[in-house]
Structure formats: C-alpha cells, structure tokens
T-cell receptor, first 115, second 107 residues
Framework: DAGVIQSPRHEVTEMGQEVTLRCKPI?????LFWYRQTMMRGLELLIYFNNNVPIDDSGMPEDRFSAKMPNASFSTLKIQPSEPRDSAVYFC?????????????FGEGSRLTVL | KNEVEQSPQNLTAQEGEFITINCSYSVGISALHWLQQHPGGGIVSLFM???GKKKHGRLIATINIQEKHSSLHITASHPRDSAVYICAVRHTDKLIFGTGTRLQVFP
C-alpha cells in the first residue's frame, strides 16, 4: 500500500480564498483523522471520522472549516474563506482500530500558507 | 496543566550517547504512541504501546500504566536520530499529543 496520501503538499494562497486539502487513507482503515500543526500549538486534532461518519469535530476552529468523507477512500478539509492564521501544516492520518491495536499512519502533510 | 507532558523539551547529545525522553500523562488511555518528525518532514509512528516494553533496532519504548509514564530510549545515538519526538496517548478514540522533544545529536 502507498500509505496515506495527501494533496497538495504545499499551497500558498491569498486571504479570502477557498482552500481544499485532500486525503486518501490506507485501504481498509476505518478511522481517518485531520490534524493541524503550528509552532505555537503543536499538533491539534481537528476532526475524525469512523466508517466515513464524522464522530468528533470539536477541534474545528470555526465555521470557516469543514470536512467531508464521501467514501472510504477519500476525505477533504475545506477552509472558506482562508485567513493568515490558518497557515499551518495539515496532517491526515488513518487507523484500523481494534481495541488498543490501531496503529496510526500519517500522510506527509499539506503545508498551507495564507498571505 | 497539559494532559500529556514530555521532558525534556530540548535535548542535545554527542553521537554514541544513550538518550532518554520521558512522557507522563494524566488521563486514562488505551495505548500510547511515540512519533518521530524530522525537520520539515512527515510524522512516522515509532511505537504503539499498551503495556511493557518494545524494541526496534536502537530504539526502546517502555510504559508503566500504574504510574502513567512512558520512556523512549535511543542507544548509540546517531546524528540521523536528530528529530522531534512526540508522545501521544489514545484517550477514547482521540489522540492527545505532548509538545514534543527536540533532539539534536552531534557527530
């Protein structure tokens, strides 16, 4: 398997533009997590899905952020409108959880810069 | 107080030294992960532990569930071990992350 695949790897955009980040989890993994990493706050969970259903979105900063998982092999994280404070690295991770045996696999991350 | 605390925050070592990074947590967990992140790089899972000890090459991870504490050891450290090491605990279905330990190993 190719691992968790994220795109784009880098995105530079202007304030107010819409940003869409994409993630393809590892086949067979039924959990998908979106994380954000900044220097100030480290890694933070934004939202996670189980079997394509959003379970906990309490980490989503505000209504400008939305995430979808239309099928088991694809998820998007959308920011509209984007702001400079959204600049961060966004990681997607997937896992097949069975009790405590669900190892986590991360994508390479999408580095977002909002000017 | 953070639910997951790591120490030290920064660590400098000479090549060949034995290194220990500590992680303490205050919540109930089903597993603990040690992650590695190289500068500008992605995140790699090194270990997932729910009890006892695991070893991969020069890396050893231990966990004491009663004391809510885990350690990551690196034997015979090498400059390529330079990275940020992150402890994360699985609490319900979520991961709670420590702030990371930045390790630099000099030749």
């Amino acid at each position: 398997d190719a691992g968790v695949i994220q795109s784009p790897r880098h995105e530079v955009t202007e304030m107010g533009q819409e940003v869409t980040l994409r993630c393809k989890p590892i086949s067979g993994h039924d959990y998908l997590f979106w994380y954000r990493q900044t220097m100030m706050r480290g890694l933070e969970l934004l939202i996670y899905f189980n079997n394509n259903v959003p379970i906990d979105d309490s980490g989503m900063p505000e209504d400008r952020f939305s995430a979808k998982m239309p099928n088991a092999s694809f998820s998007t994280l959308k920011i509209q409108p984007s702001e400079p404070r959204d600049s961060a690295v966004y990681f997607c991770a997937s896992s097949r959880l069975a009790g405590s045996t669900g190892e986590l696999f991360f994508g390479e991350g999408s580095r977002l810069t909002v000017l | 107080k953070n639910e997951v605390e790591q120490s030290p925050q920064n660590l400098t070592a000479q090549e060949g030294e034995f290194i220990t990074i500590n992680c303490s947590y205050s919540v109930g967990i089903s597993a603990l992960h040690w992650l590695q992140q190289h500068p500008g790089g992605g995140i790699v899972s090194l270990f997932m532990l729910s009890s006892g000890k695991k070893k991969h090459g020069r890396l050893i991870a231990t966990i004491n569930i009663q004391e809510k504490h885990s350690s990551l050891h690196i034997t015979a450290s090498h400059p390529r071990d330079s990275a940020v090491y992150i402890c994360a605990v699985r609490h319900t279905d979520k991961l709670i992350f420590g702030t990371g330990t930045r390790l630099q190993v000099f030749p």
